[in-house]
């Protein structure tokens, strides 16, 4: 028996897709892209596209597992044989035994001295975020300040437009300059694409931005190699060009902005010539690209959010979204600017996770601790220290930064750690339990976008493997474990969805749980607008309606209009109006005097964070170990392509082979990131990131880094 299922894609990517699994004689046997949702359009990345070896992986964990060997890292082969180190168990015996031990840390400690971890391992509504807030919210357990990848931008995007709101996909077909700031949108973005090859073949202009020669960069009508950490000042040497040739719409700037006066002082301080000394992008070149984004209309900015992995990223973010602002371009379809969409769902995320349960627990809020300092807080935190860590969608041993430190703290003997996973990572080599975790195939859930405005039922395709239970599943039966008593530990997925979809956001209005489990995507109702006159515009011969969010200015923020200049900042101790400063740890800092190159701690193009590195078939597109190098850099270093090199700063150091090409620019190296068991020491990038936060939201800053690269020495 053969049957065709809709999902959506959960992983954290900014184009959830909606896909189509069949399954026969309950199998799953092929995956496809959606061809009926707007922006999946019937195809998938290439990742995803592999998807069943995932799903039907032999290295899948499949049952609880309880330690019996020593904490320490293990081989990818000798993780697909978890006997040698782990004893399966019974969910039974596995949930009374994190019960029992969460009971005895809080008599003991408090119930502080516990820690859930997650991120972005699924961006499902229930399964990325509900049960398990309302279970460590009734425990009382310490809280995760999650803001290692996007809180900067997100808080810089805010500080001007109040909301993260933007430039819908298919508009891009509609553009004549589409610039590409820190947006890899071959590599991770792929559903843009197409728009954007349509909008080319009328005759648009592609640039890219970014300090490394990503494939986007490649394809583009204009590459500008940027030095990392300057697009701030960038953006204003453009703003300078704007304002002073009064390339501005001045009808929109006087409407719908306030501090424009402030601003048009501001960029006086940054003339082209200047910026060029931060940037490495010539004064020329910063005027030329000013012009033309102010009078080619119209113009779209898709920035991602490698802009704000510096220490000032949420000055650049800031800055970057200034620029359609002053030149009105929100006005038009096409035109704006896009980092995320993810404002407009506007789920009842209260009655999702339930924050108000920690008041019964504590009687107060709990403390609060930033995933980008875990290292910090394993070894280090007091009153009380964490003695359990519960890590869930996240694979922390891999993807946070100052890699030894968190290892140190993984390591401690005295650390109860419990890893939900669906295979034995980094993180579960220093794991005292195991729980099988489901994938998408497995479970079903409710998902949103951060790239699109559909809203997706996503159903279960064949049942859970082994004996996997989804994240819902697992906080559920902890709770009656622990016999939390509210009602809404026994809520069912479907009352679930009912109370995320119950939100008073009038762009639900009209969409239930019956319509998403009926036609699979929807998008969200703009046709019922928030305050405007209308959210709606159209093109001369389009059919298509477009949601065009500023167009009449009334921006969610205090004063109704794009806060040039924000006194909230200043009560940060910012810059209320924006400005640059380069981070300390880059070439223009007193670091770089024993650590002059500065490295780009990059995604892999192929890999999801640190999801997929251990699939084999996905594994095939992507050269892992290596460190790309200018010519200029390894030349004065004696480095040869192919070479061994090691590469370290004060917090550690790694081998990669050197790869000296021309996807760098002087003064900058680029490394990967995928799991630590995959390479020979068992490290990977994150031991040379730092733990040090953003300007603005708290986020890791993996692209403010200074390193020295060396020929190893030869053993004495």
């Known amino acids: 028996m053969q049957n065709v299922v809709h999902a959506a894609c959960p992983h954290d990517c900014p184009d959830a897709c909606g896909v189509l699994i069949t399954v026969e004689d309950g199998r799953a046997t092929k995956i496809q892209g959606d061809p009926a949702h707007p922006v999946t359009r019937g195809f998938l990345c290439a990742k995803v596209a592999k998807y069943l070896d995932r799903v039907y992986s032999p290295e899948r964990v499949l049952y609880p597992m309880r330690r019996v060997g020593e904490k320490g890292p293990t081989r990818p082969d000798e993780a697909a044989r978890p006997p040698q180190v782990f004893q399966r168990i019974s969910w039974d015996e596995a949930l009374d035994e994190i019960v029992r031990r969460f009971r005895g840390i809080s008599r003991q400690f408090g119930s502080e001295a516990i820690l859930p971890f997650s991120y972005g391992g699924t961006l499902g509504a229930l399964n990325g975020s509900s049960m398990d807030r309302r279970f460590f919210h009734r425990l009382g357990a310490s809280q995760l300040e999650r803001t290692i990848c996007s809180m900067a931008g997100e808080e810089g ?363 699979g995507h929807v998008r969200l109702n703009f046709e019922n607008p928030l305050s405007r006159d209308s959210s709606q515009f159209s093109v001369p011969g389009s059919q298509a309606n477009f949601f065009l969010p500023f167009a009449k200015g009334e921006f969610p923020t205090a004063s109704g209009k794009a806060e040039l200049y924000n006194q909230s900042l200043k009560l940060q101790g910012l810059d209320p109006v924006v400005e640059f400063t380069p981070p300390n740890e880059s070439r223009h800092g007193e670091q770089a005097k024993a650590f002059p190159l500065e490295l780009l701690a990059r995604k892999a193009d192929n890999f999801l964070n640190s999801s997929f590195s251990n699939v084999p078939a996905v594994q095939g597109m992507e050269e892992v170990g290596l460190l790309e190098i200018n010519q200029l850099d390894a030349r004065k270093r004696g480095i040869g392509d192919g070479d061994t090199v090691r590469v370290f700063n004060g917090r550690g150091d790694m081998l990669l082979k050197a790869r000296v090409d021309g996807t760098v620019q002087p003064g900058v190296v680029c490394a990967r990131l995928y799991w630590a068991k995959l390479s020979e020491q068992g490290r990977n990038v994150n031991v040379l990131t730092s733990e040090k936060l953003t300007d603005l939201g708290n986020s890791a800053t993996f692209y403010s880094v200074l390193v020295e690269v060396e020929l190893p020495k030869p053993p004495s």
Request: aromatic share 10%.
């Open 157 to 519: 995007l805010k500080s001007v437009i109040g909301m993260k709101w933007g430039t819908e996909p298919e508009q891009f077909s509609h553009s004549r300059y589409i610039i590409a700031w820190a947006a890899n949108i071959h590599g991770n973005n792929v559903h843009l694409w197409p728009f954007i090859e349509e909008a080319r073949r009328k005759g648009a202009k592609l640039v890219v931005i970014d300090p490394y020669r990503t494939r986007t960069a490649a394809c583009a009508d204009w590459y500008l190699p940027i030095n990392p950490g300057t697009d701030a000042a960038l953006a204003l040497g453009m703003m300078h060009v704007i304002i002073g040739e009064g390339l501005y719409d001045s009808d929109y700037v006087s409407r719908y902005t306030v501090g424009f006066a402030q601003l048009r002082d501001k960029v006086q301080e940054y003339p082209p010539e200047r910026v060029a000394q931060w940037t490495g992008i010539s004064a020329a070149d910063t005027i030329k690209l000013a012009r033309e984004y102010a009078t080619t209309r119209p113009a779209v900015i898709r920035v991602n959010y490698g802009v704000q992995r510096s220490e000032r990223g949420g000055m650049a973010m800031r800055a970057i979204t200034m620029l359609p602002c002053i030149t009105g371009s929100w006005k038009e379809v096409g035109g704006g600017l896009q980092l995320s969409t993810s404002g407009a769902f506007g789920l009842n995320r209260a009655a999702l996770d339930r924050p108000d349960l920690m008041t019964k627990a504590l009687g107060r809020p709990a403390r609060v601790v930033n995933m980008v300092k875990l290292g910090k807080a394993l070894n280090t935190l007091e009153n009380p220290p964490i003695k359990a860590l519960f890590a869930y969608n996240s694979n922390p041993a891999a993807v946070c930064p100052n890699h030894n430190e968190v290892i140190r703290g993984l390591r401690r003997p005295d650390l109860f750690t419990v890893v939900h996973e669906q295979f034995f990572t980094d993180t579960t080599d220093y794991a005292d339990m195991v729980l099988p975790a489901t994938t998408f195939f497995e479970h079903k859930d409710l998902q949103t976008a951060y790239g699109h405005y559909y809203l997706q039922m996503s159903h279960p395709a064949i049942a859970p493997l082994g004996e996997c239970r989804s994240n819902v599943e697992v906080f559920r039966g902890l709770a009656e474990r622990m016999e939390f008593e509210e009602e809404c530990f026994r809520e069912s997925v479907d009352q679930m969805m009912d109370a995320a979809l119950s939100a008073e956001n009038p762009w639900l209005a009209g969409i239930d749980r019956a319509r998403l489990e009926r036609e």
